[in-house]
């Protein structure tokens, strides 16, 4: 856990020093400030904001940029239940898009659907005022609709009845007092950190370990089958795991689409081992389709098989309706999905994962996509399959560097939110390998880790980032090994870029060094690379490797966003990320081989 959450010494730092470290601690969490009109909350929160290290947004003024008019405009012109509806969808998308100090208009607390939303993904704090300071604060001003009337002041008071007993609910209250607002903004930052030290997880922790349950300890067996669920509404859809699955295909297929045809997209290793199951599959339910077979690798993810792929399913006369299924690892769900979402403006996709890092990771939640000569996963959207199905007999097929590379994903979910499930690996990682029950275990335990983040955060705009651990110094090497899988496959660039992550976090002192030791321990006992010099002939220096870094899909405003660890299993998302800070552990990394 990060130093701000373990109290002695370093509640006596310096403000700064303190203020520094309330980011990491948030977990991904906004800070929202509440209260009446006069309360300080914009001139608080932006001060608040910039000490800290998080952006600052006003949502009355993100409400008067999306209605095109001043809200007195507005109130004038529409009423006031016009002007509550968009602060209520403003609210929830400013909530939606990650971590910020957010300052609100009086009103915004008061809506339930919004309170809701910010006890979800964010710390309320109250800045509570007298009538008398308020007072001062707002009669010479003529921006209050709500003081429109012929005695504002009266009216000031009954708004501070009503209200302040709704903002009593907020995890925090400052009082806002005369004086420099920089008092309030330090009054805060001392109850944010007693707050963080002592509340809960982030909701996100909380999530991922109660999809976890007990991560195998309470006694009951494995199971060589399971069903997850991704929660998504009337898109939700299940992940089934277990053997000999292919065969039901078509049973599967003829429940969700009837009538439907399908189109077949895999690679030539893979129609070579699965194809002709499948297409037995479907004919015993009398299911018309046809197949696309691409070249095998990381190449067949670009504009050209894109293209080749969607005018092979128009020439096919494929409709609307009709199903899209993707047989192969990660590569084939990439491409054969973003066809999917793409054609005729989105099509039914079936996810059929071959590989282990298809199985755990790229198959579930709805990311396609290709590459571009800038970097991996460049093109994309988002298209949620309708079945998921991981037939465990498939990875019977791969090759050992395939399935280890595959087992850096299953790792991930541990080291991100479940520390039982890393120490659960550990111990069983050898039956993992050995296809025993323990395999179907660790598959389902993975699918349900990320289908709990999904349903949270379906496109990204702040918690399902976790999953990304790794991955940013990953595709960095990717990038610059030129996606040669001689020399570099996905989960062993994704296996070096979580020791990275791990050592870096621990280099900016959020972590303790036995963290990182114990993460490089258990990635080389599987025989998985951890450091640059485990890739053949890699000689990238650091900036060259700082620089393919700024082709990830996470910079933002030209700051990169990491995922840190306080710990195993306590992950959390670093948002604007000095580059020399990088840049110097990247020179320390290649010099220390």
Not at 33 to 49: C, E, F, I, W
Not at 496 to 518: D, L, W
Not at 574 to 587: D, N, T, Y
Request: charged residues 25%; glycine residues 10%; aromatic residues 8%.
């Amino acid at each position: 856990m990060s130093s701000i959450l373990s109290g002695g010494a370093e509640a006596e730092a310096a403000p700064d020093r303190r203020a520094s470290q309330i980011v990491p601690a948030l977990g991904g969490r906004s800070i929202v400030l509440v209260g009446l009109m006069g309360s300080g909350k914009t001139s608080t929160g932006r001060r608040l904001a910039k000490q800290i290290g998080l952006d600052f947004v006003d949502a009355d003024a993100e409400i008067e940029a999306a209605a095109g008019m001043s809200i007195t405009d507005m109130f004038a012109e529409h009423g006031e239940a016009y002007f509550r509806e968009g602060e209520r969808r403003v609210m929830a998308r400013l909530l939606s898009e990650g971590p910020r100090v957010i300052a609100t208009g009086g009103g915004a607390f008061m809506n339930e659907e919004t309170r809701a939303n910010i006890a979800r993904s964010a710390i309320s704090i109250w800045l509570k005022a007298d009538l008398d300071v308020l007072w001062r604060r707002v009669r010479k001003r003529s921006n209050r609709p709500l003081l429109q009337t012929g005695n504002p002041e009266a009216t000031l008071k009954v708004l501070i009845e009503r209200r302040y007993p709704i903002y009593a609910q907020a995890d925090i209250t400052v009082v806002s007092r005369d004086g420099p607002h920089e008092a309030a903004v330090e009054e805060a930052i001392e109850r944010l950190i007693f707050f963080l030290r002592f509340s809960p997880d982030p909701p996100i922790l909380q999530r991922l370990r109660e999809a976890s349950g007990s991560s195998g300890e309470s006694g009951a067996p494995p199971r060589e089958h399971a069903c997850v669920r991704v929660e998504l509404g009337p898109r939700s859809y299940a992940i089934r795991i277990g053997k000999g699955l292919l065969a039901g295909l078509g049973n599967h297929l003829v429940d969700l689409a009837p009538r439907a045809a399908c189109a077949i997209v895999t690679d030539e290793n893979v129609a070579r081992l699965h194809l002709a199951a499948v297409e037995r599959a479907l004919s015993q339910h009398f299911i018309r389709y046809f197949s696309v077979i691409v070249p095998p690798g990381e190449s067949s993810k670009s504009f050209e098989e894109y293209a080749r792929v969607s005018n092979a399913l128009i020439g096919a006369k494929l409709e609307r309706g009709d199903v899209v299924i993707a047989l192969g690892g990660g590569v084939i769900g990439d491409l054969a999905g973003f066809v999917a979402a793409t054609l005729r403006r989105g099509t039914p996709l079936i996810q059929v994962p071959t590989t282990l890092l298809a199985q755990v990771d790229s198959s579930v939640g709805g990311k396609t996509g290709i590459n571009s000569p800038h970097g991996k996963n460049l093109v994309g959207a988002f298209h949620q399959p309708c079945l998921v199905l991981a037939d465990i007999d498939t990875l019977s097929t791969l090759p050992s560097r395939e399935f280890r590379a595959g087992y850096a994903e299953v790792v991930k979910y541990g080291l991100i939110g479940d520390a039982a499930f890393f120490d659960w690996l550990q111990r069983h990682w050898r039956a993992v390998f050995e296809d025993g029950a323990e395999r179907a275990y660790a598959i389902a335990k993975s699918c349900q880790a990320k289908a709990a983040i999904v349903a949270h955060d379906e496109h990204e705009f702040g918690d399902r980032a976790l999953l990304n651990l790794g991955h940013t110094f990953g595709h960095a090497l990717e990038r610059l090994t030129g996606y040669d899988g001689s020399r570099l496959v996905h989960g062993e660039a994704v296996a070096i870029g979580m020791a990275c992550a791990f050592r870096f976090s621990a280099r900016q002192g959020y972590c303790s060094g036995e963290n990182p030791a114990k993460v490089e321990a258990h990635l080389r006992e599987v025989g998985l690379p951890a450091r640059f010099s485990d890739i053949p002939s890699f000689q990238a220096p650091p900036a060259e490797i700082l620089e393919a870094m700024y082709q990830d899909k996470k910079v933002k405003h030209g700051y990169l966003t990491f995922i840190l660890a306080r710990a195993i299993g306590d992950c959390f998302i670093g948002k604007a990320v000095e580059p020399q800070e990088i840049l110097s552990f990247l020179r320390s990394e290649v010099s220390s081989g």
